[in-house]
């Protein structure tokens, strides 16, 4: 099970790193262009996306790494 959890956070980690960089590209071209926010939609706390973009495909990869030999801390 260990083993299950390892291969899960680190899955997660990379789809959330595709998530994160069309989130924080997202915001970056909605911070040089404006117009194409009010097009189609713009976050309401881009420094929060960008930061959670960033934090979070990183916290899912370190959960799975030490899913194997620190289940408790891991997840």
Do not use: C, H, K
Not at 10 to 15: K, L, N, P, Q
Not at 41 to 62: D, E, H, K, M, T
């Amino acid at each position: 099970m260990r083993n299950a959890a390892a291969v899960l956070g680190i899955i997660a980690g990379v789809i959330g790193m595709f998530v994160g960089l069309f989130g924080y590209g997202w915001t970056s071209l909605v911070a040089d262009n404006p117009e194409v926010g009010e097009a189609l939609f713009n976050f309401q706390s881009p420094g929060f996306v960008r930061f959670v973009s960033i934090a979070g495909p990183v916290l899912a990869i370190a959960g799975g790494a030490m899913a194997r030999y620190r289940a408790l801390w891991g997840g």
